[in-house]
T-cell receptor, first 112, second 114 residues
Framework: GENVEQHPSTLSVQEGDSAVIKCTYS??????FPWYKQELGKGSQLIID?????GEKKDQRIAVTLNKTAKHFSLHITETQPEDSAVYFC???????????FGKGTMLLVSP | DAGVTQSPTHLIKTRGQHVTLRCSPI?????VSWYQQVLGQGPQFIFQ???????GRGNFPDRFSARQFPNYSSELNVNALLLGDSALYLC?????????????FGQGTRLTVV
């Protein structure tokens, strides 16, 4: 089955800096890669996703890049703000249905 | 529009007891998946249901079972609870099946087994 590795496990940045979280996957057939933000008491929110037919996708301060050859994808957050502090999970599709395999998560702390 | 709703939000049970967790998907979504998230880990897939049929099952013991109702809501049942079942249980709904289908998560049910 699919295996997703995520790094780093924790990331501390100053407000205004950029943050990058990286993930690798094992199943070359996977072609959908969502990122979720999990805040305490708010559940998991889909913040951005990318499909294998594109290499990069941007949404305001958030961007995701995908390298299918190397089987890795990354989340980039620019101009970080304290409200970006949360746990971020990357995921990849497993099997023929919409079941997700998640990384172990990255705790992002943005200091004012 | 209401998102994915789960109930209860928190639950404390004793070892050996049984628990039922409930999930209502986004209106129009026909697929519901259940995930277990142990503290410090990413969510682990438990079950997927589509059109009231089980379409996928993760590596969990038979103490875990689920079902989907005609209105597409779903229940996750866990029998003979163990301390290790303490986790955040997440429900995700999708419009349909498929590799490119977005999944939307509820806030989860925090289960504590004592």
């Amino acid at each position: 089955g699919e295996n997703v590795e995520q790094h780093p496990s924790t990331l501390s940045v100053q407000e205004g800096d950029s943050a990058v979280i990286k993930c690798t996957y094992s199943d070359s057939a996977s072609n959908y890669f969502p990122w979720y933000k999990q805040e305490l008491g708010k559940g998991s929110q889909l913040i951005i996703d990318i499909r294998s037919n594109v290499g990069e996708k941007k949404d305001q301060r958030i961007a995701v890049t995908l390298n299918k050859t190397a089987k890795h994808f990354s989340l980039h957050i620019t101009e970080t703000q304290p409200e970006d502090s949360a746990v971020y999970f990357c995921a990849a599709i497993e099997g023929g249905y919409s079941t997700l395999t998640f990384g172990k998560g990255t705790m992002l702390l943005v200091s004012p | 529009d209401a998102g994915v709703t789960q109930s209860p939000t928190h639950l404390i049970k004793t070892r050996g007891q049984h628990v039922t967790l409930r999930c209502s998907p986004i209106s129009g979504h026909k697929s519901v998946s259940w995930y277990q998230q142990v503290l410090g880990q990413g969510p682990q897939f438990i079950f997927q249901y589509y059109e009231k049929e089980e379409r996928g099952r993760g590596n969990f013991p038979d103490r875990f079972s689920a079902r989907q109702f005609p209105n597409y809501s779903s229940e996750l049942n866990v029998n003979a609870l163990l301390l290790g079942d303490s986790a955040l249980y997440l429900c995700a709904s999708s419009l349909a099946l498929g590799r490119n289908t977005e999944a939307f998560f509820g806030q989860g049910t925090r289960l504590t087994v004592v």
